[in-house]
């Protein structure tokens, strides 16, 4: 009887309390913290833009070069790109051409937005493209044009046969 009473009594603590196992459990949290700081990044693709006048054709018409995806941009706020010269002349080392006979112009065609435009070279940073949306490996394509009006003129003609060179600096500013 005794032991039909301990069977009994087993039955009805599995039926009730069924025969899971009991298992430990114990919980534990960590802090995940993330810490941004800003960041803004420009990279050029096109090491040179070449302009060749070796025909008369050449200086009587517009020349001008589109670089596709010249510009990478990778910012975390809005930015403006700008352009400027490094000097105040295309030189030859003794010979010297304005820089003002080039026009560079921001165009659509990248992944980049904002509000493209054209401005003429100078050493002044000059804003090609405004408020261009945040964004990671953002481009944008960029043309570079010597209007036929100032080839033809005498910022170009008369002056020594040569290669004349200047250095083009974008830059993006975070918004």
Known sequence: MKNLFIISTLALGVFF???NNAQAQS?????????????????????????VYD???AYNTDQEYTVEDNIKVTSNKNFDISVKANGANFTDGTNNIPVGVLDITAVAGGTMGGTPTTVTLSTTDQDINTNAALGSELTLDVNYKIPATRSSSSDILGK????????????????
């Open 55 to 57: 025909t008369a054709e």
């Open 17 to 19: 309390f069924g025969t």
């Open 27 to 51: 919980t534990g949290t960590t802090t995940v913290n993330l810490t941004l700081s800003d960041v803004i990044s420009l990279e050029t693709s096109a090491a040179e833009v070449n302009f």
């Open 160 to 175: 020594p046969a040569a290669s004349y060179t200047q250095e083009v600096t974008y830059t993006a500013t975070a918004l």
